[in-house]
């Protein structure tokens, strides 16, 4: 079985519409939207929800004020500053870490585990999806990540499916970390401007560290050819192979608008002629 | 005063806001560029910097010969990032949310605590705008600490932008909750606007005024706006979309001094937040 991971470092460089154009050249795989934070795939694959589970992770600290005999230890402990000074636990500041628990000498402090989210198994016009809704303001989103990595792997193992598209998180740090780990292969979907570039090299640098084999795509290449160029001759020197480019197209757009993939849009763009050619390099590199 | 500059969704303009509307105020602004895992906003603000601080995180260092593998800091640990095995403890530092649990409950006194590098933080200027960014190194995963320590940077007597990741979880959080107001940078399409509902979301729950920006405003369509007039969120600035404008930012610079009469309106939006605030 087979996991590609769609990253990109920058935000709104394209990654779940180039997704979900992939969606629809993709034979046998299982959708995964690891983007749990703010995700996007379910607005055109349209899932219907087969299954729903809440997320449960981290805990919250709870004064119990009529036990509290406001000693002041767990004031002394919290590096977070969530205790106020009339002891309540304010639950954004909480870590979570439960030294406050532990050192109660009263037992006053509860403990109770957060519902940070829930994810889902659902179905699509484009094959299974799993997927998943980090709360507002909730932490653990790379413990979410894992998790819905691990229930998309699950599904095709018991569907027989090869191959896993996942669409991942922008940024370097904790869900993108929990996003990569162990899979066969990155996409890093850049764009051609100074912030596109910059924060391309740093995925590019974070895949190299998880030792997870990085490819690249260049969409809107025609908005600045020199940095098209730069951008290919970084990739060319860290041997990363850059699999296509993308002209600039509000297609995109007008497709999203209507819940659609760029091929379901219109059959014949030249963004959708570039994406085929993208999926048929990337097919051809990962033996798929 | 402090506004937080957010999204929900990446790539919808946060950083040519931040950026513009702080070179567009100049002197006494302070830009603080919060998105620490991948940092933008001197890429365009080029500010010469005059200080680089190296930001660490406290994690536990065990003194084997006071040990007496009682495994008291594995119990405590809620992060599993400490563990008792065999005749040895091995602390997970990657994992460790630096609580400082472990080294309060070892009975032996046998932790003390060392440093883990986060990151950088650099410090510089451009136009008498003082500039501050947050660099996370790469393979590290805990942004929040980082983004605290930028954050710390806050001068009372400036007015300070902060420039956030995008998202909804603990870093947008972190960059947010300071704020005495946030401005949400959006753009007019389905996913702009379900991430956009996600940051108004966090707004609330941190209990700050927030108003809109749209990005590319004419390439999508009109859910955006009525959802604000539901919501009674206020447009305070739309850019349409223009490809001067895309190439202007490829480059690296910027829109207010490429193309002059976006001072203005980048001066009026200032206005607006302003007279909202007070």
């Known amino acids: 079985m087979k996991e590609l991971i769609v990253i990109s470092g920058k935000g709104g460089t394209g990654k779940t519409s180039i997704m979900a154009a992939f969606a629809s050249l993709a034979e046998d795989k299982v959708l995964c939207d690891a983007d749990v934070d703010a995700a996007d795939l379910h607005l055109i694959m349209a899932p219907l929800v087969r299954m729903r589970r809440d997320f449960q992770s981290g805990n919250t600290a709870v004064i119990d004020q009529n036990q509290c005999t406001e000693c002041g230890q767990c004031l002394d402990l919290c590096r977070w500053n969530a205790i106020s000074n009339d002891f309540e636990v304010n639950p954004i500041e909480c870590e979570g870490c439960g030294v406050c628990v532990y050192f109660c000498p009263e037992k006053a402090i509860d403990f109770p585990e957060n519902t940070c989210g829930e994810w889902f198994v659902s179905d699509t016009r484009f094959g299974p999806m799993v997927h998943a809704r980090l709360g507002i303001a909730e932490q653990n989103s790379g413990k979410l990540v894992t998790l819905v990595r691990r229930e998309a792997s699950k599904l095709a193992e018991a569907k027989n499916l090869d191959l896993i598209l996942t669409d991942g998180p922008p940024g370097v740090g904790c869900p993108v970390i929990a996003s990569i780990g162990g899979a066969s292969a990155v996409l890093i979907v850049t764009e051609p401007t100074v912030s596109g570039k910059h924060d391309m090299e740093r995925v590019a640098q974070l895949s190299a560290h998880f030792k997870v084999p990085a490819m690249i795509c260049i969409n809107k290449f025609d908005l600045n050819l020199d940095l098209t160029q730069d951008i290919e001759n970084y990739a060319e020197k860290k041997g990363i192979t850059c699999l296509g480019k993308i002209p600039f197209d509000p297609i995109f757009t007008w497709a999203m608008v209507q819940g659609q993939t760029i091929f379901e849009y219109n059959t014949a763009s030249k963004a959708g002629r570039a994406i085929k050619e993208i999926w048929h390099n990337l097919a051809n590199k990962m033996e798929l | ?278």
């Open chain 2, 1 to 278: 005063m402090i506004i937080s500059i957010a999204s929900g969704k990446g790539g919808t303009g946060k950083t040519t806001v931040a950026t513009n509307l702080a070179l567009s105020l100049g002197a006494a602004v302070q830009l603080l560029d919060c998105d620490v895992e991948e940092p933008n906003a001197h890429l365009f603000i080029h500010p010469v910097f005059d200080q680089t601080k190296t930001v660490t995180a406290p994690v536990p260092e065990i003194d084997m010969n006071k040990c007496t593998l009682c495994g008291k800091c594995g119990e405590i640990c809620q992060f599993k990032a400490i563990v008792v095995v065999g005749q040895t403890v091995l602390p997970f530092e990657e994992l460790c949310h630096s609580c400082g649990g472990c080294m309060a409950v070892c009975p032996e006194d046998a932790i003390t605590e060392k440093s883990r590098e986060l990151g950088v933080i650099q410090k510089g200027y451009r136009n008498g705008i003082e500039f501050i960014h947050g660099k996370l190194r790469v393979g590290e995963a805990m942004s929040p600490p980082l983004i605290k320590k930028v954050l710390a940077y806050t001068d009372p007597a400036k007015f300070t932008i902060v420039d956030a990741p995008p998202g909804t979880s603990c870093p947008v959080i972190e960059s947010m909750k300071k704020a005495n107001f946030v401005l949400l940078v959006t753009e007019p399409t389905p996913f702009g606007l379900y991430d956009l509902k996600l940051a108004v979301g966090a707004a609330k729950i941190l209990n700050i005024p927030c108003g809109l920006v749209i990005n590319r405003s004419d390439l999508g369509d009109d859910n955006v706006k009525a959802y604000a007039d539901r919501e009674n969120l206020p447009v305070l600035m739309e850019i349409p979309f223009d490809r001067q404008i895309a190439e202007t930012y490829s480059r690296g610079e910027m829109i207010v001094e490429v193309m002059p009469e976006w001072k203005e309106k980048f001066l009026k939006l200032y206005e607006k937040v302003k007279h909202l605030v007070t």
